[in-house]
């Protein structure tokens, strides 16, 4: 079992940053792959980045790549979503995910956890 924690979100101005971070409880966090997903009113969870349970490999929607990095320190059971020059259309409730998987999923229903979600706002 495993339960994550969401943190960070706020109101910022566009090409404005802000890091989101995931906390997790359970002791097999190091062997999940994780992942952010964002969602906003009237459409479906979207993928936004994922990462292997080593850390070696990372996976980017097309829309955040060069722009959002995802990050993880397994001893301290978290993950990490660094978001740099942000756009409005990032606008929206993000979720951090966990998937009992050594592969990258990039799929909601691939993912067995999920948090809460925080709200990310940016104004124009």
């Known amino acids: 079992q495993v339960q994550l924690v969401e943190s960070g979100g706020g109101l910022v101005q566009a090409g404005g940053s802000l890091r989101l971070s995931c906390a997790a409880s359970g002791r097999t966090f190091s062997t999940y792959t994780m992942g952010w997903f964002r969602q906003i009113p009237g459409k479906e969870r979207e993928f936004v980045a994922a990462?292997?349970?080593?850390?070696?490999?990372?996976n980017y929607a097309d829309s955040v790549k060069n722009r959002f990095t995802i990050s993880r320190d397994n001893a301290k059971k978290t993950v990490y979503l660094q978001m740099n020059s942000l756009k409005p259309e990032d606008t929206g409730v993000y979720y951090c995910?966990?998937?009992?998987?050594?592969?990258?999923?990039?799929?909601?229903?691939?993912?067995?956890?999920w948090g809460q979600g925080t709200q990310v706002t940016v104004s124009s």
């Open positions: 995910a966990a998937a009992s998987s050594i592969i990258i999923r990039t799929i909601t229903r691939e993912y067995d956890y």
């Open positions: 990462i292997r349970w080593s850390g070696s490999n990372t």
